[in-house]
């Protein structure tokens, strides 16, 4: 059974997702809305993390020793600045808010065939967060995207 690959692949997503939500919020902190709205789902992110908990415990986690490099997402380091810094920072929490997303997807898919009520309970109240962190994020950026792109610094 390969679960344990995706249950790894989820738990360190989404401490990474968390990780980077708090770096951009205090990269960008004189934007109100990110930086609480960033601490915020950082803490849902954590949140996702400790419910997976007890189904790591039950199935276990691992990671693929043959192809590491295509079952991991760096966090961000460093915030860029400005305008169009925010808007390349909220891109890059979309990536990996994705990334979680559709491994949410396949978990759900396999706890759909285990019959595992506790599993399929988890998955679907975090893949709707993470469906609105995705939400959010894309707002975010539409809304960014007009002074970053055309107004002049």
Do not use: N
Request: glycine content about 6%; charged content about 25%; overall charge negative.
């Amino acid at each position: 059974m390969k679960l344990p690959v995706y249950l790894g692949l989820l738990h360190t997503s989404e401490r990474t997702l968390a990780e980077s939500f708090r770096q951009v919020a205090e990269g960008h902190g004189a934007e109100p809305d990110v930086y609480y709205l960033c601490h915020s789902l950082a803490e849902q992110c954590e949140a996702h993390e400790q419910a997976l908990s007890p189904i790591v415990d039950r199935y276990g986690e691992t990671q693929e020793i043959d192809e590491p490099e295509r079952l991991h997402a760096d966090r961000l380091s460093t915030t860029r600045s400005g305008p169009v810094g925010l808007l390349r920072d909220l891109q890059d929490l979309y990536l990996l808010a994705s990334l979680v997303d559709i491994t949410w997807t396949a978990v759900k898919q396999a706890a759909q065939g285990l019959r595992d009520a506790e599993l399929i309970d988890v998955v679907q109240r975090c893949e709707g967060e993470t469906a609105t962190q995705l939400k959010w994020l894309s707002t975010r950026m539409k809304q960014a995207a007009p002074q970053a792109l055309i107004v002049a610094e």
